[in-house]
């Protein structure tokens, strides 16, 4: 079979004559090389989570790196300044204020010491970090955000609306919620299984989802419509990414035979995928990132050790490979830092930060273009979103779309934004979304919830009879010091 194949080739080269050369692509990323940070430039000694949830754990933003650690009772996470790396003590404060585990965490892309968090306790909160990091414990959340009946699994913040937060739980429902007012003001209720994966679009005004019910969704998010719906039967999706502003997406997923593999959707027509490929045949699930501004993709499986890296084009073939970064440790997750985070004078157009359970070791990696000019290189860094908001919650909540405000890396970004987070004073009350009461007759999640809420009821139950009969005695005391009171000779 092998000698047949070359015969072919050879073939194909006379047949070309002199005009045969192999099919090399002039791409400025061909030669893209991953180079993870010794380990003094780490972060080590981190018990992070052992929890199986399909999340990263991990958020990273040009301050601040966040990690979901592993804790008796109740969810916690580490939130750890960039610059202290090496080893972390046992002791090191956590934000721990969450009843149940912690299954997402999302830093806010505007205010960058504020972060989300989403947790089995059915409670989203966000949470504001003091300058420099923790210095103890932090259990008081700025807002606590609750109208999800089941466990909330994702936390997705708007791209260019400040204070525009999204929540999917595990009562199938995503939740926008208008940090502004702290309230829910939508509720997107199209699906019909677990919500695995949300991806916005460049602008913020489409959300893609892929659920477990085995389709692909293109929503319209404030209107909750439905716009495309991909039934994936030959290929069962897992994760999706926006390809930035080519109308295009990317899912990760499983074939019919078992094999990890991606396909290509045009975000107008989700009847047929534009490519399907299959990666390899290994079992753990595959995260995809998108860079818009080089137009690379990465893939970065779940339990291996390798990130491969493809460009994107416009015409067919679409996917070109370009190479792989190999590392012999499995990942749990990955944070990804946001491009006005990365060093530019080392040709950084990626970074990633690898949780490596095993070793309790967070180590970046950082993806690198070689060059030879110590000069800024334009054509690798185009203009770029930055840390201010195009648009505020209402403008948006009333159908305004805006592109992300786009900033220059050249002289090395740290424009600190000048927005504050200011948490809104609310009073307890119903939450109340398209007519219904989010937080009326929440169900239990476990039986041992169930068993908790019964014997909390029987209790309340013995609680109400007791004070019941100490008021019928009370009432026929005074009764009783009427009657005296008018029988006495004082009165007659």
């Not at 008081?140 to 955000?145: G, T």
């Not at 908790?452 to 007791?466: S, T």
């Amino acid at each position: 079979m092998r000698d047949l194949h070359k015969s072919e080739v050879l073939g194909s080269k006379r047949g070309l004559g002199m005009s045969w050369r192999p099919q090399y692509r002039s791409s400025k990323f061909r030669n893209v090389y991953g180079k993870a940070a010794s380990r003094e430039h780490c972060f080590d000694g981190i018990p992070i989570t052992k929890n199986v949830h399909d999340n990263h754990f991990c958020a990273v933003n040009a301050r601040f790196l966040a990690i979901v650690t592993e804790s008796a009772g109740g969810g916690s996470f580490l939130v750890i300044p960039l610059e202290q790396t090496g080893r972390i003590e046992p002791n090191y404060p956590k934000v721990c204020g969450h009843q149940g585990n912690v299954l997402d965490i999302k830093w806010n892309p505007f205010i960058e010491n504020i972060i989300a968090s989403c947790s089995e306790d059915t409670s989203v909160r966000i949470w504001e970090i003091p300058e420099g990091g923790l210095k103890r414990n932090m259990t008081e959340a700025v807002l606590e955000l609750y109208g999800h009946s089941r466990r909330v699994g994702l936390v997705e913040w708007h791209p260019t609306t400040n204070n525009i937060l999204l929540s999917a739980g595990y009562d199938y429902k995503v939740l926008i919620w208008n940090l502004d007012i702290g309230e829910p003001v939508k509720m997107i209720d199209c699906h019909t299984d677990v919500i695995l994966c949300m991806s916005f679009n460049t602008d913020g005004s489409l959300l893609a989802t892929t659920c477990k019910d085995k389709k692909l969704r293109v929503v319209e998010p404030r209107s909750g419509r439905v716009l495309q719906e991909a039934s994936c039967k030959n290929h069962r999706v897992n994760r999706v990414v926006f390809l930035g502003s080519t109308k295009r997406l990317l899912t990760t997923g499983v074939s019919r035979w078992n094999t990890r593999q991606i396909a290509l959707w045009d975000q107008e027509d989700l009847s047929m995928p534009l490519i399907e490929e299959e990666i390899d045949g290994l079992s753990g699930l595959l995260f995809p990132f998108y860079d818009a501004d080089t137009h690379m993709l990465y893939l970065a499986g779940k339990g291996d050790g390798n990130i491969r890296y493809y460009e994107i084009g416009s015409e067919k073939p679409y996917l070109s490979y370009l190479m792989e970064f190999r590392s012999p440790a499995p990942q749990k997750g990955l944070g990804v830092m946001p491009k006005h985070g990365l060093d530019v004078s080392a040709c950084e157009v990626f970074r990633f930060y690898k949780l490596i359970t095993l070793k309790g070791l967070i180590e970046p990696i950082s993806m690198i273009v070689p060059r030879r000019s110590e000069t800024y290189q334009e054509d690798i860094y185009p203009m770029t979103p930055g840390t201010e908001p195009a648009l505020t919650p209402d403008e948006w909540l009333s159908g305004v779309n805006r592109d992300p405000i786009l900033v220059s890396l050249k002289e090395g970004y740290k424009r600190n934004s000048k927005i504050v987070f200011k948490a809104p004073v609310r009073e307890k009350k119903s939450v109340v979304v398209n007519g219904i009461d989010l937080l009326e007759n929440v169900p239990p999640r476990t039986e041992n919830e169930l068993l908790r809420m019964f014997f909390r009821q029987q209790d309340e139950i013995r609680r109400l009879k007791d004070e019941l009969s100490q008021k019928d005695i009370r009432i026929r005391q005074l009764q009783l010091e009427l009657k005296n009171f008018r029988n006495s000779p004082k009165n007659n």
